[in-house]
């Protein structure tokens, strides 16, 4: 356990968090195309109180390995959940100091809703697909970038702190100017990019040849030119992630991946990623701390097993996309289709 724990010290960074993403629901009120998840629209929830019990574990496994508490609620669209607020409030009131971010499509935002997130000091990021109505609404369907749009007025006008984030896919590669111009004219300060991962709906389009996952180089030209606006525009774009330490020593930071971050989906499951279909197990029945800490794959992931990855010398500044290795081979210890070393 000592030396576990030292493990996550070391890859959690200065400050010592244990985040966990929430995905309260599987429902949403969009078809994006590029979605990770299927079209299949499962309605089944935990219940309050099975929220409540999976809380109560993330507390005793946090006290166990001295960390603290932040959290990402999602979905599904999350705020379309009968338990979004509920749960908003107990985050709230168990960890008054936590940071809360809410992954949204902001298509459904009330300015009741706008006034409770801003209660709970919530920062939002809204997911993005098109930089203009057009594109946009070809990806999302017609009327949601209106929409979007007010919800992002709804946001501004109670003072929450809101960032943009777009899929980075072949097609959406040559829009990462007009991305950033977007977040220029809205006054939004945080522009993001995730890379498309070719699962659920997302599989289709790379089935059908409509759209693919960039190759190694084409990603790195991408990462550069996402720098290279980031830095022209002024405007802030997270590169803690997985390969950017490959345009930039100053960049760059471990995918995280059996060290930082927990994925709970609805049914209560315990997942590596949201963005795989592989559960580790059920904490309802199988315990967060026995699966996190004891969970085989957990802990080839924290051992650094991964193939062309564990050798390299940027290793701890990387790790490689373990998403993007399940997607491409089936396994999380592939080195990363998108490296271009």
Same mark, same amino acid.
């Given at each position: 356990?000592?030396?576990?724990?030292?493990?996550?010290?070391?890859?959690?960074?200065?400050?010592?968090?244990?985040?966990?993403?929430?995905?309260?629901?599987?429902?949403?009120?969009?078809?994006?195309?590029?979605?990770?998840?299927?079209?299949?629209?499962?309605?089944?929830?935990?219940?309050?109180?099975?929220?409540?019990?999976?809380?109560?574990?993330?507390?005793?496994?946090?006290?166990?390995?001295?960390?603290?508490?932040?959290?990402?609620?999602?979905?599904?669209?999350?705020?379309?959940?009968?338990?979004?607020?509920?749960?908003?409030?107990?985050?709230?009131?168990?960890?008054?100091?936590?940071?809360?971010?809410?992954?949204?499509?902001?298509?459904?935002?009330?300015?009741?809703?706008?006034?409770?997130?801003?209660?709970?000091?919530?920062?939002?990021?809204?997911?993005?697909?098109?930089?203009?109505?057009?594109?946009?609404?070809?990806?999302?369907?017609?009327?949601?970038?209106?929409?979007?749009?007010?919800?992002?007025?709804?946001?501004?006008?109670?003072?929450?702190?809101?960032?943009?984030?777009?899929?980075?896919?072949?097609?959406?590669?040559?829009?990462?100017?007009?991305?950033?111009?977007?977040?220029?004219?809205?006054?939004?300060?945080?522009?993001?990019?995730?890379?498309?991962?070719?699962?659920?709906?997302?599989?289709?389009?790379?089935?059908?040849?409509?759209?693919?996952?960039?190759?190694?180089?084409?990603?790195?030209?991408?990462?550069?030119? @996402?720098?290279?606006?980031?830095?022209?525009?002024? @405007?802030?774009?997270?590169?803690?992630?997985?390969?950017?330490?490959? @345009?930039?020593?100053?960049?760059?930071?471990?995918?995280?991946?059996?060290?930082?971050?927990?994925?709970?989906?609805?049914?209560?499951?315990?997942?590596?990623?949201?963005?795989?279909?592989?559960?580790?197990?059920?904490?309802?029945?199988?315990?967060?701390?026995?699966?996190?800490?004891?969970?085989?794959?957990?802990?080839?992931?924290?051992?650094?097993?991964?193939?062309?990855?564990?050798?390299?010398?940027?290793?701890?500044?990387?790790?490689?996309?373990?998403?993007?290795?399940?997607?491409?081979?089936?396994?999380?210890?592939?080195?990363?289709?998108?490296?271009?070393?």
């Amino acid at each position: 356990m000592k030396w576990l724990i030292k493990r996550l010290l070391k890859f959690t960074g200065s400050q010592k968090f244990l985040t966990v993403q929430l995905d309260i629901t599987n429902l949403c009120n969009l078809t994006c195309v590029y979605c990770y998840r299927d079209f299949s629209c499962d309605s089944k929830e935990l219940s309050i109180d099975d929220w409540f019990k999976i809380l109560d574990q993330y507390k005793k496994l946090l006290d166990k390995l001295y960390l603290s508490a932040r959290f990402c609620i999602s979905g599904g669209e999350p705020t379309i959940s009968n338990l979004f607020p509920k749960i908003l409030n107990e985050l709230s009131r168990r960890w008054p100091n936590a940071e809360i971010s809410v992954l949204t499509n902001a298509t459904t935002i009330s300015e009741s809703m706008a006034n409770s997130l801003a209660k709970h000091k919530a920062c939002v990021q809204i997911s993005i697909d098109g930089p203009d109505e057009e594109r946009h609404d070809k990806i999302r369907g017609s009327g949601s970038f209106n929409k979007l749009m007010k919800g992002i007025e709804t946001l501004r006008k109670s003072g929450i702190d809101i960032s943009l984030q777009a899929i980075l896919s072949l097609q959406t590669s040559f829009w990462i100017e007009d991305f950033f111009k977007l977040a220029l004219k809205l006054k939004i300060n945080s522009m993001n990019f995730a890379r498309f991962i070719p699962q659920g709906r997302g599989k289709i389009l790379y089935d059908k040849g409509i759209d693919r996952p960039l190759g190694a180089l084409e990603l790195r030209d991408a990462y550069a030119n @996402i720098v290279r606006c980031s830095n022209d525009m002024k @405007i802030y774009t997270d590169t803690n992630k997985p390969l950017f330490v490959l @345009i930039s020593p100053k960049l760059g930071w471990h995918g995280k991946f059996g060290f930082q971050g927990l994925v709970i989906d609805y049914m209560g499951n315990l997942k590596v990623s949201s963005r795989t279909d592989f559960i580790l197990g059920n904490i309802l029945k199988d315990g967060l701390e026995e699966i996190f800490l004891n969970h085989p794959i957990m802990k080839d992931l924290r051992a650094g097993k991964i193939e062309g990855c564990g050798n390299c010398k940027f290793y701890t500044m990387c790790g490689g996309d373990r998403n993007a290795s399940y997607a491409a081979y089936g396994s999380f210890f592939k080195k990363d289709p998108g490296c271009w070393l």
